[in-house]
């Protein structure tokens, strides 16, 4: 939300520059239009100049619509702040509406008195009929509640680009630059960093590249010379900690995160994945990391894509597969049997609204449960979830230290929230993460297959192309030490509780929970995965209210931080948001018998602060 | 670890060559584990080959992989004293897949039926074939499923009965060599239990050739399937109901060496030498290594009683494999950008620095 | 456990009869010892002469292994009695131990003091070294603490069959039936039953056909005329509710269930299944059944399978698919599918030791968690769970009542344990069964595919072939009431407590849980699934020692019976024996926040009684 | 309801009868729902002919059924205002299966994309194919993955650059029909999305056909993959790249119907009519209903620019359908042992009775 701030100052033009602590911007316009663009440059900029930001990007549902439809619609959202974020804000304090169809779907989410800019060439009688106006909303007073400002977007930007060489649908496509321009003027941010981008971008074709840059320019200059708009806005540097910084999605944070964890183990990655949304970015970009010596196997399908990556651990390299949802389900059994070969294995989960196909391209946690229990038998694996999307890289790394060290598949459990949304990162340093050991066997004196390290109850990993190690593992019970198969009643059920305790010995790696707040007392809002924004932000804001709530973030799912049991008795109530309906809380109900208070929401979006807030509100008052 | 260099052999055409490892013997290739088939199955020959020829092909014995799926020729990597995964059912060659994609170096082979292959793992089997991965498919197809006790499978003939089909199936078969030769594959061949020579020298083959090998192996199972290829592979007939084809010859067979095929028009016809004229110059001569299929693809639709039973190598044509062309882009994508940097991902795009 | 009881009687031989109220018998040999074969002659003359039965194989793993091997081993236990029992039995009270490899396997079980019968003509040195005997268990004192006789069964009857015109092979297959008939006589059975079977198996056979009932005669002259045994037993009657019985294994009963509901229904049966153990016998048995119009579908795999019940249930018919555990883990997707469409659905998973391949004909029940879980997004199914043999008929037809009345898929989670023992069946009244109605849309004017019953919240089923009823479904998220294709969240949200709301409207029509013993107070022992009769027994003899305790069993997994956790609340403690490792405690636990106690065995054999009366007076003294 | 009678039909040879239904129009199998195709994609043609083809069938609409996997082209049934069904990706076939064997009287279409059928769905096509289910399967191939934003396919062209292969593709691309023809199909066809007329043949055929009918429609998909067949397909070189097949007709194409192809030993030539003396007679005339699919096959080997690209329908031969052969099988057994009595199952093997 838009703070605004006394301090005022002059510009040249005598418009007003206010300061404000943060702004939301969404950007929405039909597919064709460029929001996203728009998007990721007012984010890049915004960050270069100290701000903290965070974005989600809201992506149409998989098929291109027609132009100007209401399912085309295609938006980007930016929070930028002078304080550190967590989340790309509730509603956006500004909505720029390239079409009828964006108006139609966004307007919903801009408060009443927020700002907002409308290209007005687009309302015209075939556009408002395809997003089912009935009058123009421009001239019928619905839009009364906000401060609406009408600009000619197309005509301004194509009588700009009028010289320009161009064809009359080049020019047009121009004009998110020219949007854009004009919210930099808006927000007080240089141009530069989106220039040297169009540069990159269109250099080869030198006639687009100018025209995008003269729209950009013409965009602030309009902001700049036209009276429309009274007051400007300038948002200061945030306080981060210091570093080097770069924006990043969750998806290519997590893809950097495996790359990471394959050099730190001097050992190939592997990813064998079937595209599927939102996870083929992951795909798309360790696809380019060849010289990095990464293998990536696309898949006749998710159980070629596990198989693979089960026969590249059988190698000795790191072997990954990546999927949405419906893909976990198929790749079930396969996981089944690489908990049984107790090879070390990732599977990435970047979960999407279900059940069955869902909906796509939106986000939900409704996952955990298969995660945890979706295979036949006593089945257990260790789970991850990253908090935010630059932790997606931390918790990529984690997932690989487990998989390694205890011998197990991990599933890494992201979701569309954190995969497409973005947040600045600090790049980390090298040389500070500690290798990993791959600790292969390579003994023939001592070697068993299924014997076990004491302290991790791991296996060994001794990979064809090692002499004398020769053996052989599959999926029928495997007699303790030896690995031959076996139909021993009394082996069967060791193996059963031996594998259980592997996966609960990992806990002995595991930070503890730490608690942000009280120690004790009061409400306790506990959080694992994407909501981690929400949930800080709200309870900063209820605490500053003077509220007794704390918060408390997980990132090990299974097994659990070992002191979280702990934690939670130390609280008078314990709040639990998540985006389905309620799977981490039932777990955690059976584990410690406490009546852990459920938020759930499950209409593929992400929680509002607001929401959180109105649930702390309403159990303590 | 001794590692057989294969990385970059990306256009090479000609075969891997095969040589004595002298340091091991069939028996290195025992397993301690009892053999569980039936007295009599059709595997234990199978089996006897595979461990034979090992040590002939001059692989360190930690080079070499068998992976199967399930079912009872799956069992074969219990009895091979290689490395081993006795997968899940239909799955071996995803399996395979990554591990030779990961390490070519290896020599992997895989295990399978004709249920494990051809019903539950056939996506498997295509795609595996077209990217033409350099393995060796072994698949043991009895025409039934012998594990589960006894249902039909996808090569069973058409009326069988069984178990799960006591009126008989409906569905008709498929031809596993029809389909592999429509998947793209680069070497098919078929063998038959009881001809220990002609599977020894299909095996051999199959490792010789850079690429996807795919046998079919007829498989007797003694116990729900017996006899189903005994009429043109008994003994006492084998050589009138078979033809074993060979490169470069003309197709030839019989007991008196007096039977042929001929290409008439277009299709395959059965011919008498010296009758009617007809010498050996009139008969189709065998040619593994044509480019177009459709001669090995019309080679896998003879059946008996209409024509002979055609064994041996149909197809061994080459194709860049996809481990070699994976390493190569690799190797290739190195020597072009430079070998990667963490530091040079991390910073893409535009950074900035905070005090 | 056998009782012996005062009474006495004298035979004409002067050899004692002794009444007893139960024995249980176990026949172990080859697999090509044709065991199963006298196990099962065994129990169905045991059933008819009036006694109560229950029964289970003891299958080798998959593959034949030699003859003679120690995984060659097959065998067959019976247990019969003059009192209602529900378990085939602890221990053994007789081993018939047809060679040393079978001897080796089973001795473990057979409790000292206990009967041993061995054919000791296969005790040689070749047999010996398979079964890895150093020395021969006969000769070396080993076998001290049992009752053991030394039967030459082999020489007996090929002596009694050398003039039988069939070759030593053939000659030598009939020795089961000798051991049969020995049995026969030991327990004072009638012949009549199996001679009567083997007319019937080998009429087309004469030589063979007289072979057989030679040599069981033989073996019953035996006993009669050797002085061997000085004793021999007789069970009475069983007091078992009147009416007619057949004996019937639990995959049979399901058969008959599946078949019996689409009688009920009037709609056509269409099973889609790929051959799995233990769940291949239902495939088996519906398609013996075509003239009941009955389609059976042996299909590619456990997806194609799944697909294909989902299409035939589109169509109208009652679609059906079966499995075990990772042919579950295959079809999880498209159950999910089916949960989104929502159309009726039966799903049978007949549970086997997992994880993975684990142990294919061993029982457990550890596919609880993923028929609750295992899909993406929140996608609730019913489950139904039979607790014996015969009860797996009520609960197939119970399966699909759910399926059809409320348009959901339903998971029949049975196990290897109650799908290849067998039980005496009451043959139910046809006419008792209350029909099931498919209950069509056929009216355009009101017809919408997701309008919604007020009291089930079913969809209405409109099949193709109705005029101007034609509709599309899918896996995307649908809209309300009409069904098109929505990415809205607020309907997302709705759909999903939609969805899981029809699954709990379901309890409407569940019995509640009934319990057998006291009110409250003291111990209450739980079970779902095949427990049923270890439980049963169990709590039966503690409370003839005076111990406070209850049982009570569930059939309905998901939902749960209504009062369930009133009933549980009644209690001072609740223990729950599950063949996982708590599973249902888990679910309860987090449903109730109760403490539950679990007894945990995976070692893929159902409990013995002894076990379950161990914990109880554990927990109670 | 009113119901095609096609019980039975186990044994008919002749082909399915196709007439107008009176009652209907294109118009009646429009949906209210909006199409959301990118403007310009192929997929808009085959949905066209697809609409425009209903009503000349003589179907009535209740009985007509479309089912899809996951893809662009899969979004197909919404359009459709017949019963649909838009399933999960790649199963579409499994689903008309179980809803053909059950319904025989329904006319059940498969919609499905490259990928959907031939990368997740293979082993599906290559089972309903075999199993000659009575369905008209219509494989939209563009040669991508559109609904996921442009990932290779297993047709996209070897080396091809994508989003998931930004170095090249690797695995060479599978032939859809060589695929189909190794599966035993009874029916294949190929269409193209601009050529109407042709489209409505093959639709036409497909129907006609009593079996699996495999059409493959070479889709554009304009935002992705954009002209990829343009080399052959455009209109001013589809006359000289493209052969139509006619059955019983001999193979002439061109502009000026002054190219023929002639079979010459054992591979197929292209040769000019009037030149070297060639006349029509020299030509191959092309039988569809050859029992040996191994012409076919040549067929579907042949590529632009070796070859023009063969059109229309390659093979469709008769076979008892699965779905008929059901049906007779319990019709036999209800006749040979009367109406199931569910008395009898229960009562079956030895009963005693306690009182
Ligand atoms: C997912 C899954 N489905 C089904 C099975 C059961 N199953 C095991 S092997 C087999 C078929 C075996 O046939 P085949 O591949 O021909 O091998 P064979 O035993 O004849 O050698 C089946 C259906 C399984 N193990 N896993
Ligand atoms: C189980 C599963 N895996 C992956 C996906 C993602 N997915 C949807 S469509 C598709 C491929 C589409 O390609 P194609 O079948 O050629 O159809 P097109 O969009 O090109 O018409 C993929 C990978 C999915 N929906 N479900
Ligand atoms: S069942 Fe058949 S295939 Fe299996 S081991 Fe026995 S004989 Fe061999
Ligand atoms: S992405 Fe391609 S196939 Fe999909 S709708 Fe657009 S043009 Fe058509
Ligand atoms: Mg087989
Ligand atoms: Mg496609």
Known sequence: MATVTTKESESPEHQDILELERVTIRFAGDSGDGMQLAGTQFTKTSAVIGNDISTFPDIPAEIRAPQGSLPGVSGFQVSFSSQDIFTPGDQPDVLVAMNPAALKTNLGDLPRGGLLVVNENEFNEGNLKKAAYASNPLEDGSLQAYRVYRVPISTLNSGALKDSGLTPVQIDRCKNMFALGLMFWMYSRPLETTLHWIDEKFGKNPAVCEANKTALKSGYHFGETTEMFATHYHVPKAKLKPGLYRNITGNEATALGFITASKLAGRQLFYGSY????????????????????????????????????????????????????????????????????????????????????MPTKTEQADLLQAMFGRNGESPVAIV???????????????????????????????????????????????????????FATDPATFQPYARDPKTLARPWGIPGTPDLEHRIGGLEKSDITGNVSYDP???DKMVHLRAAKIERIAQDIPDVVVDGDESGGLLVLGWGSTYGVITTAVQRARAQGKRVSAAHFRHLNPLPPNLGDVLRRYDQVLLPEINLGQMRMLLRAKFLLDIEGLNKVSGRPFTIAEVERKIAEMIG | MPVREDKGSVMVTAERGTGPNPALTRKDFVTDQEVRWCPGCGDYSILAQTQKIMPELGIPRENIVFISGIGCSSRLPYYMN?????????????????????????????????????????????????????????????????????????????????????????????????????????????????????????????????????????????????????????????????????????????????????????????????????????????????????????????????????????????????DALMTKQIEDVINAEGEGELRDIFLEGDTWTVE
């Open chain 1, 385 to 439: 979830a990253p908090a935010t999307a630059s932790d997606c890289f931390n918790m990529a790394v984690e997932a690989w230290r487990i998989a390694i060290k205890y011998r197990t598949p991990v599933i890494f459990l992201s979701d569309a929230y954190l995969g497409m949304g973005s947040e600045p990162w600090l790049v980390p340093d090298i040389k500070s993460l500690p290798d990993i050991d791959p600790n």
């Open chain 2, 82 to 322: 290689t490395y081993g995964f006795h997968s899940i059912h239909g799955r071996a060659p995803t399996i395979a897949s990554g591990l030779k994609a990961s390490r070519p170096e290896l020599s992997v082979w895989v295990v399978t039926g004709d249920g494990d292959a051809l019903s539950i793992g056939g996506n498997h089997i295509l795609h595996v074939l077209r990217r033409n991965m350099d393995l060796q498919i072994i698949l043991h197809n009895n025409e039934i499923y012998g594990l589960t006790k006894g249902q039909y499978s996808p090569t069973s003939e058409l009326g069988k009965r069984t178990k799960s089909s006591p009126y008989g199936t409906i569905d008709a078969p498929l031809h596993p060599l029809s389909v592999a030769i429509g998947a793209e594959a680069t070497f098919v061949a078929r063998a038959i239990d009881t001809d220990a020579q002609l599977m020894h020298h299909c095996l051999e083959r199959a490792y010789q050739h850079r690429g996807a090998s795919f046998v079919e192996v007829y498989q007797n199972c003694n116990i729900f399937n017996d006899g189903t290829f005994r009429d043109f592979a008994a003994k006492e007939v084998r050589a009138d109901r078979t033809i074993t084809l060979e490169h470069g010859k003309p197709m030839i067979y019989g007991k008196e060496k007096d039977k042929g095929l001929r290409f008439n028009g277009m299709h395959i016809e059965v011919v008498e030498i010296g009758k009617d004229g007809i010498t050996e110059g009139d008969l189709l001569v065998h040619d593994e290594a044509r480019p177009d299929p459709t001669i090995a693809f019309l080679l896998s639709r003879m059946e008996w009683p209409e024509y002979p039973v055609p064994m041996g190598v149909f197809r061994a044509v080459h194709r860049p494999t996809y």
């Open chain 1, 490 to 492: 009394a082996n069967h």
């Open chain 1, 275 to 358: 595209p599927i949304t939102p996870a083929s970015d992951v795909l798309h970009e360790l696809s380019r990391f060849k010289r990095f010596g990464v293998k990536t196997f696309q898949a006749e399908d998710e159980i070629a894509a596990v198989g693979a990556a089960i026969g590249a651990s059988f190698g000795g390299s790191l072997g990954l597969t990546g999927t949405s949802g419906p893909g976990l389900a198929l790749k079930s059994e396969a996981i089944g049997l690489a908990v049984m070969v107790e090879l070390p294995l990732v599977i990435m989960d970047v979960q999407r609204a279900g059940p069955s196909t869902g």
